[in-house]
């Protein structure tokens, strides 16, 4: 399919939301959604202008959560930035970090051993399920379940964090990827806890889907809700899966083929509607292949080094340049941006953020329709906002 | 037929419900203060710092050369150093930290001072229940309260521990080894240079205190 | 009938109680100190049957959740409901800046005084009715939509936008189920012939066999105890009609300014609406305080009443565990194109019923013409909104 | 570089002066990148985006630098024009003008500049990345470059955290507010030479930077108490 504009589209300059008209007469009710509210996943603001409880107008605002990490990074070595970059996407610091070594990677020229991008797909995918999972926990939350799916996700999510926690010593804040490989092995052990948590993970995703997927109220609530087509989402650079939803066939894992990804049989889910239920099918679908990438990873993982010989802790000094690294983080396209001048501390260190950058299209999807869609759509671009305000 | 997804997820939950009666998968809670989960072995809370022996002041592995304390990624440690010197583990005379304080409201458990350690003297600790009513003092560790001994750390994290044991053994017997090299190169040198004496005296270097002398 | 008059000793003990209470004082006084004895008694069982519901709630709540619920106050966690009481007696009371603090205040006791109206017609056992009034039923609905007033003073005179958000939903769902409510319990009068709600118990305190002559198990009774139930879910605002206080959305609906025990009240006051709906429902599709089988008739009524209420907040429970919430225009959608057509065809069958005869036949058509409707607007419900399952495709 | 200088080739010949130069990178990463001028930029990017074996409709990250003014140190062989004395061929002293190379270190301020990085890949063709860069003139005043929001929408709130932290102002976005610090805000905090304003909270192992700055702090408090 065609994802670039048509002609039309594109003399009328550039994608900017549709106006929408109040309907009746009268005030428009302002509303300014969050930063306290129970469902703006902490602290963000979305200011709405409502005509009854249709949205005429939404801005979102920002950097409540903002400390400027980048300028953190620039006074700090690469390795202290390696632990600022878990508490970014808090609920994926293993991608992020991946994210991070990969960029440094690129700047300084180093190899990752075989086993250690094993290790990398294995967390990577684990920590790519159980974000899905709480995401969608987290959307029926703000559908109003009371938080039995969010309950169950986090079930299952438990157990894969107590994995974390056995292998990299946290269960959230892991810090465990290094220039050229990653910190610690892992033991036969852990590969055989893993095997049996991943081996109870399809039950799981059968039995969240048995819960939602079919569900009327679930259906009637997410169709046709928060639709955002697949040209919007490429020129408003739309990543993840919030962006395959709309029909985009672009994973990073596919694309750039970093990592050792080429090796495993895995196929990228595409909606065709764009909208929140697309949204949350692709990511149960990706959870499946998710598996199967696990699977393939736990059986076939070589024994070896886990770092680069030549890659140095202390002192580690790349030569001047830059490099741009990014992977498919399970919110989206996470990008690393480094300048070095030769210096121990990056000179230029920037953080290109799936979630905030997922949300330009925010108030095109929620225009027109009603409040209660609006904490839908939120939540359906899955966002962190450690991430969004850095 | 309309409904038909509804009685389905309303039978999932009944399944859960029903689940949570029999089964230890659909009931996840542990109560925490009676009902312990054994911590992971590689569990990381607050670094403490490692002592050899008995006396932690003696003992002390740091050397005070500050490697942590620039490295700290949200810069929590505070070093000072000792105008003295003190024997370390193989010995050796080092300097050791007067002060050395870790201020654990803002360390963000992150282990990059453990890992550029050259010293292995400094460790992280599973314990993390810290809570105090003090804000400030209560949360600045001085170094008395982050010394812990090898023993400890032997409890904590075994494997690691003994790693770290056999790696430290293998640098003060190549320390050991370098120190009766040179004394024996120091002999020979002593002994062409007296020229007249045959045999060289074997000197024996004082065996200094194991680092794991843990048994006494 | 032989054992009954043993077991009526049991059956009867509130009623003779309260005799024998009444009789204590000059006849005069009597009929008065009957209806307060009785007011008292209803003022202090449900309040208590609220506070044992909370903890049943959560605890089942959690169970389907895969945690525990409550375990820590008292036994079980039994004494939950005590302790959340004094926290919301102790807790501030907060009036917003500006806000329309008279009303503020009345809003939460005129929901409470409607509420507990409700309960003066309720036949909660054998005998055992507030007031026997010939209008019952619809003192109950009158009682319910006095309701809508006060949610909308609360939303009101918060001064808050989400309280106004939530308060216009509140009444707007309640008044477009109330319609549902009152349709689907024509149904029953039409059948039973009085607005008496003990003779509509009466009605069905009949035995066939062993088996019971409750509505619900007739076809135009199942369908009329369905709209009913959804009905009442819409009216009690809970989960999966729980928009007015949609937590997610409008942070608490009309009850976002209430703190303290104002906020305890309203919160006293949905569960009491919900006791008297799921009461109401159980008198007019489950036969009331009867027994569900002959032989079982020797517990006492009150017990099979109760039991019967609980069994319906049970399902009100795991609903809410459950499903997700509906969105105010499919809310109104299904008001008024679905639950109302639905119920006036049920209506139509009810009457087809009556006048139809005894016999098999009545219950093939009129059951083939509710599932038959059913169905149909079911799929072109879901058609129309272009609902419904979907498939993906997969890229390489 | 090959890439990059394929398609400095291409915008040449679709965008007649467009004044594209390649900015290397010696990193492993070879992440070269093509300098636009701003007057052509916004036309530059049109093209990039829809020419067919470009189509570089993807625009994944876009950042500011600071470049500080710089003062390099250089040492330049320099060539002179002196007078000798030699002798000439009769014997007589003859003055001669010879050319003298010499070693001298010269100074030199560079201006300092703030810089737009874009990094665009291809949904259509999966390919990418793409780098471009934009100068502005200096980090004082001239601190205009044109906006590729109408181009990209994804350089929306990018750009909007561009503006906001280091300063350069977009001309043709269609809602350049800050975006991470609060509207009242004056400072950009990403600037190189940005000082961290005096607001110290109490840290119990204040050392380095943040004991100075505590210092400072409670001096301040003190004289204000005064």
């Known amino acids: 399919m065609s994802v670039v504009e048509t002609k039309a589209e594109r003399a009328a300059g550039w994608n900017r939301p549709p106006a929408v008209e109040p309907e009746g007469e009268g005030e428009l009710l302002e509303v300014a959604m969050g930063p306290h509210h129970p469902s703006t996943h902490g602290v963000f603001r979305m200011d709405v202008a409502l005509d009854g409880e249709r949205v005429v107008r939404l801005k979102p605002v920002f950097g409540y959560l903002h400390r400027n990490h980048e300028k953190i990074a620039e006074g700090a070595s690469y390795l202290a930035s390696m632990p600022y970059t878990d508490r970014l996407d808090y609920f994926c610091s293993l991608t992020n970090n991946w994210a991070y070594a990969l960029a440094v990677e690129k700047l300084a020229g180093q190899e990752v051993p075989e086993r250690a991008e094993y290790i990398r797909v294995i967390l990577a995918e684990l920590t790519r399920i159980q974000n899905h999972a709480s995401t969608i926990g987290f959307l029926l939350q703000e559908m109003g379940a009371s938080g039995t799916p969010l309950m169950y996700a986090f079930r299952e999510r438990e157990k894969i964090l107590d994995l974390f926690e056995s292998l990299t010593g946290s269960r959230m804040m892991c810090n465990y990827m290094r220039f050229g490989g990653c910190r610690v092995d892992l033991s036969a052990a852990w590969l055989e806890a893993t095997k049996k948590v991943v081996a109870g993970l399809p039950a799981f995703v059968d039995e969240f889907e048995a819960l939602l997927t079919g569900n009327e109220i679930l259906m009637a609530r997410c169709q046709g809700v928060g639709v955002l087509k697949p040209d919007l989402a490429v020129n408003a650079s739309i990543s993840g899966p919030m962006l395959r939803a709309s029909g985009v066939n672009y994973d990073i894992r596919k694309v750039d083929h970093y990592g050792i990804y080429d090796r495993f049989r895995f196929r990228v889910p595409l909606g065709d509607h764009g909208d929140v239920y697309d949204r949350y099918m692709v990511r149960v679908l990706e959870m499946r292949e998710s598996i199967g990438i696990l699977n393939q990873a736990l059986q076939e993982i070589p024994a070896g080094p886990i770092m680069d010989a030549k890659a140095k802790l202390r002192g580690f000094r790349p030569k001047p340049g830059e490099a741009y690294g990014r992977i498919e983080a399970p919110k989206g396209e996470l990008g690393f941006y480094l300048i070095s001048d030769g210096s121990p501390n990056p000179y230029r260190y920037r953080v290109r953020p799936p979630s905030l950058i997922n949300l330009t299209v925010l108030e095109d999807m929620c225009l027109g329709h009603n409040v209660a869609d609006v904490v839908l759509i939120f939540g359906s671009v899955d966002i962190v906002l450690g991430e969004v305000d850095r | 037929m309309l409904g038909e997804g509804i009685i389905k997820g309303m039978l999932e939950t009944a399944k859960n419900f029903a689940g949570s009666f029999v089964s230890e998968d659909r009931l996840t809670t542990v109560e925490y203060p009676e009902q312990r989960i054994p911590t992971a072995e590689n569990a990381r809370v607050f670094p403490f710092l490692v002592y050899d022996g008995s006396d932690w002041e003696a003992g002390m592995r740091c050397v005070a050369c500050q490697i942590c304390e620039k490295e700290c990624p949200p810069k929590c440690i505070y070093i000072e150093k000792s105008k003295d010197k003190k024997p370390d583990f193989a010995g050796k005379m080092q300097i050791y930290p007067t002060r050395f304080d870790i201020d654990i409201s803002v360390c963000m458990s992150c282990q990059i001072c453990v890992e550029v350690c050259p010293f292995e003297a400094i460790k992280m600790d599973t314990q993390f229940e810290l809570a105090t009513d003090d804000r400030f003092g209560g949360l600045l560790l001085d170094r008395r309260e982050l010394s812990k001994s090898n023993e400890y750390y032997h409890s904590i994290h075994p494997t690691e521990a003994a790693e770290v044991d056999a790696r430290l053994a293998e640098e003060k017997r190549a320390a050991e080894a370098k120190a009766k090299a040179a004394a024996v190169a120091a002999a020979q040198k002593a002994a062409a240079d007296a020229a007249a004496k045959a045999a060289a005296p074997k000197i024996e270097t004082p065996a200094p205190k194991p680092p794991d002398a843990g048994g006494q | ?396 | 570089m090959q890439r990059a200088e394929e398609i400095k080739a291409a915008i040449e010949a679709a965008v007649p002066g467009a004044g594209v130069t390649v900015v290397p990178n010696p990193s492993p990463s070879a992440q070269h990148a093509l300098r636009l001028e701003p007057a052509h930029a916004v036309a530059v990017a049109t093209f990039l985006r829809d020419a067919p074996g470009l189509a570089f409709d993807y625009l994944s990250n876009v950042t500011g630098v600071d470049w500080l003014d710089k003062e390099i140190a250089e040492k330049v062989k320099v060539t002179r024009q002196v007078t000798k004395t030699v002798d000439g061929p009769d014997g007589a002293k003859v003055d001669q003008i010879v050319d003298e190379t010499a070693e001298e270190t010269r100074k030199r301020v560079e201006p300092g500049y703030l810089e737009t990085v874009y990094h665009l890949y291809s949904v259509a063709l999966h390919h990418g990345p793409l780098v471009l860069r934009m100068r502005t003139v200096n980090r004082t005043d001239q601190i205009q470059l044109p906006s590729f929001t109408p181009v990209w929408r994804g350089a929306e709130f990018q750009e909007r955290e561009v503006f906001d932290l280091y300063g350069i102002v977009f001309t043709g976005h269609p809602d350049l507010r800050r975006i991470l610090m609060w509207d009242e805000f004056k400072d950009h905090p990403m600037r190189k030479d940005y000082v961290e304003p005096d607001d110290y909270e109490y840290e119990p192992t204040a050392h380095d930077a943040v004991l100075k700055r505590a210092q400072e702090h409670s001096a301040a408090a003190e004289g204000n108490r005064e």
């Open chain 3, 1 to 396: 009938m032989a054992s009954t008059s043993a077991v009526t000793g049991a059956d009867q003990i509130f009623i003779l109680l309260r005799d024998w209470l009444v009789h204590l004082l000059p006849s005069a006084l009597r009929p008065a100190a009957s209806v307060v004895l009785g007011a008292i008694a209803i003022v202090a069982v449900f309040p208590g049957l609220f506070a044992l519901t909370t903890v049943f709630e959560r605890k089942g709540l959690g169970r389907m959740q895969n945690r525990l619920g409550p375990n820590r106050v008292g036994p079980y966690g039994f004494f939950q409901p005590i302790a959340d009481g004094i926290k919301a007696l102790t807790k501030e009371d907060v009036v917003p800046f500006r806000a329309d603090a008279m009303v503020h205040f009345l809003a939460p006791l005129v929901l409470l005084v409607t509420v507990f109206m409700g309960f003066a017609v309720l036949p909660v056992g054998r005998n055992m009715q507030l007031v026997d009034m010939d209008s019952g039923l619809l003192f109950f609905f009158a009682m319910g939509a006095a309701t809508e007033l006060s949610v909308f003073m609360a939303g009101w005179s918060s001064r808050n936008k989400y309280s106004m958000l939530g308060a216009m939903r509140a009444v707007a769902q309640m008044i477009s189920y109330e319609v549902a409510l009152l349709l689907s319990s024509v149904t029953v009068v039409m059948i039973a012939g009085s607005l008496s709600l003990t003779e509509i118990v009466d009605a069905q305190n009949q035995y066939t066999g062993i088996f019971p002559h409750w509505y619900i198990f007739t076809p135009w009774g199942l369908a009329s105890f369905l709209m009913f139930s959804i009905a009442a879910t819409a009216e009690t605002n809970r989960s999966p009609f729980d928009l007015p206080e949609g937590e997610s959305e409008i942070v608490a609906g009309y009850h976002t300014e209430y703190s303290g025990f104002k906020f305890a009240i309203f919160f006293v006051a949905e569960y009491l609406a919900m006791f008297a709906l799921s009461g109401m429902g159980a008198t007019l599709f489950l036969g009331g305080w009867s027994a569900p089988l002959k032989f079982l008739g020797f517990i006492p009524s009150w017990i099979w009443f109760f039991l019967k209420v609980m069994c319906a907040i049970f399902i009100f429970i795991w609903m809410r565990g459950t499903l997700p919430r509906l969105r105010q225009d499919q809310l109104m959608n299904f008001a008024w194109k679905f639950a109302l057509p639905f119920t006036l065809l049920n209506l139509l069958v009810t009457a087809l019923w009556r006048f139809m005869g005894a016999g098999w036949l009545r219950w093939v058509v009129c059951a083939a013409i509710l599932a038959g409707a059913y169905v149909f607007m079911g799929r072109m419900g879901m058609h129309r909104k272009h609902i419904g399952p979907r498939s993906y495709r997969y890229a390489e």
